[in-house]
């Protein structure tokens, strides 16, 4: 999968980002996708906090951010090898659906078990997932059933005062990210795409 930083980040800028999210804080953040808003996504308060930020029913749950396949086991029981070699796999972002979510905010979990996981590789996020130790919340910037911003620039000034720590990287990166694939991968090895 192709990286889509080329230029370093600022040492401070992910500091503060992953101080924030360690103290329950919501972020906006650039990911492997488009812009998105991110938490702790073992803190029930802060998912708590994206839910309300994007208006968004409690029954609809939100994916989640990790550095590595290896971290996704932690939080999904049906992670099989065939998931993680899709996830490593994969030549652009892929989220996975996966049964038998654990140790993850309940709000995170469908009602049928499910999580949806994704590892990044593009280099803010996964280093912001592998520093803070923990999967992040990872949803697009927008009110629920609103257009997502596909740019910085895109986002509203409402919405950045809604959160706590506004990440600077990225923030003059003007190419459009689609958001990412979702493949539903049941244990018994059912095969769902959601979107390709």
Same mark, same amino acid.
């Given at each position: 999968? $192709? #990286?889509l930083? @080329?230029k370093?980040?600022?040492?401070? #800028? *992910?500091?503060?980002a992953?101080?924030t999210?360690? $103290?329950?804080?919501?972020i906006?953040? +650039?990911?492997?996708?488009?812009?998105? =808003?991110?938490?702790? /996504?073992? %803190? /029930?308060?802060?998912?708590?906090?994206?839910?309300?930020?994007k208006?968004?029913?409690? %029954?609809?749950? *939100? =994916?989640?951010?990790?550095?590595?396949?290896?971290?996704?086991? *932690?939080?999904?029981?049906?992670?099989t090898d065939?998931?993680?070699?899709l996830m @490593? *796999?994969?030549? $652009? +972002?892929? !989220? =996975?659906?996966?049964d038998?979510a654990? %140790?993850?905010?309940?709000?995170?979990?469908?009602?049928d078990?499910?999580v949806?996981?994704?590892? !990044?590789r @593009?280099k803010?996020?996964h280093?912001?997932c592998y520093? =803070?130790?923990?999967?992040i919340v990872?949803?697009?910037?927008n009110?629920?059933?609103?257009?997502? /911003?596909k740019v910085?620039? #895109?986002?509203?000034? @409402?919405m950045?005062?809604?959160?706590?720590?506004?990440?600077?990287?990225?923030?003059?990166?003007k190419?459009q990210? $689609?958001?990412s694939s979702?493949i539903?991968l049941?244990a018994?090895?059912?095969?769902t795409?959601?979107?390709?």
């Open positions: 999968m $192709k #990286d930083a @080329e370093p980040y600022d040492v401070d #800028d *992910m500091r503060m992953v101080d999210l360690r $103290k329950g804080g919501v906006l953040y +650039p990911t492997d996708t488009v812009w998105g =808003l991110g938490c702790d /996504a073992t %803190n /029930a308060a802060a998912v708590e906090k994206v839910f309300a930020i208006h968004r029913p409690d %029954n609809k749950s *939100m =994916l989640v951010l990790v550095d590595s396949t290896d971290r996704a086991k *932690m939080y999904a029981d049906g992670l065939v998931a993680c070699d @490593e *796999m994969s030549d $652009k +972002p892929l !989220t =996975l659906v996966i038998g654990k %140790n993850i905010d309940k709000k995170l979990v469908a009602d078990g499910s949806g996981i994704r590892v !990044t @593009e803010f996020s280093d912001l520093r =803070l130790g923990r999967p990872s949803t697009s910037v009110i629920s059933s609103q257009p997502a /911003a910085f620039a #895109d986002i509203s000034p @409402e950045l005062e809604t959160v706590d720590y506004v990440v600077k990287y990225r923030q003059g990166d190419r990210s $689609k958001p979702i539903k049941k018994d090895g059912q095969i795409i959601i979107r390709q």
